[in-house]
T-cell receptor, first 116, second 112 residues
Framework: KAGVTQTPRYLIKTRGQQVTLSCSPI?????VSWYQQTPGQGLQFLFE???????NKGNFPGRFSGRQFSNSRSEMNVSTLELGDSALYLC???????????????FGPGTRLTVT | QKEVEQNSGPLSVPEGAIASLNCTYS??????FFWYRQYSGKSPELIMS????GDKEDGRFTAQLNKASQYVSLLIRDSQPSDSATYLC????????????FGPGTSLSVIP
């Protein structure tokens, strides 16, 4: 079974631009979560999508948005990029979203975003 | 108080020793707990999940959960240099509307 894929793997953008990152979950997985990882803040939860609906979101500004398509693929967008947005953006998929039960997530390789 | 805390590390152990990684969490209603391993420059990889009090063993790894003490640990027996990585504790918290919250990680170095 193929793992989680993310594209692109590396991006360099300048302040003020916007960026779109893509994630394809493991086949059959319906839940996709996005995380930002930086050396100072660790892994921070951005949002989670399940069946094309945002189920949960973290404490990030509205410049960060996402969506999920009917095939469970997900995209996240960051508008008006700031230097502080430089980070590794990770996507994680899981089979289902049964609240209170198991929630094993499998991560993609990540997209390394550098904002200059 | 942070939602998920881990011993700050770095932790160094000799090859063949037992490495003990600790994690505490603040939400008493949490039910699901996970350990991930992250090699430098790579993404996190799920090692273990644990949902009930007690021990769960998988090869050289043992996860231990004590919900009363809000404590979860990971023991690595017969540590190998290839175990050198950052270990992340993750908790599915009810207080944060079923978000998975990650701890800051503990860096483990196994010395040959």
């Amino acid at each position: 079974k193929a793992g989680v894929t993310q594209t692109p793997r590396y991006l360099i953008k300048t302040r003020g631009q916007q960026v779109t990152l893509s994630c394809s979950p493991i086949s059959g997985h319906r839940s996709v979560s996005w995380y930002q990882q930086t050396p100072g803040q660790g892994l921070q939860f951005l949002f989670e999508y399940f069946s094309e609906t945002q189920r949960n979101k973290g404490n990030f500004p509205g410049r960060f948005s996402g969506r999920q398509f009917s095939n469970s693929r997900s995209e996240m967008n960051v508008s008006t990029l700031e230097l502080g947005d430089s980070a590794l953006y990770l996507c994680a998929s899981s089979f289902d979203r049964a609240r209170g039960n198991s929630y094993e997530q499998y991560f993609g390789p990540g997209t390394r975003l550098t904002v200059t | 108080q942070k939602e998920v805390e881990q011993n700050s590390g770095p932790l160094s152990v000799p090859e063949g020793a037992i490495a003990s990684l600790n994690c505490t969490y603040s939400d008493r209603g949490s039910q699901s707990f996970f350990w991930y391993r992250q090699y430098s420059g790579k993404s996190p990889e799920l090692i273990m999940s644990i949902y009930s009090n007690g021990d769960k063993e998988d090869g050289r790894f043992t996860a231990q959960l004590n919900k009363a003490s809000q404590y979860v640990s990971l023991l690595i027996r017969d540590s190998q240099p290839s175990d050198s990585a950052t270990y992340l504790c993750a908790v599915l918290t009810k207080a944060s509307y079923d978000k998975v919250i990650f701890g800051p990680g503990t860096s483990l170095s196994v010395i040959p």
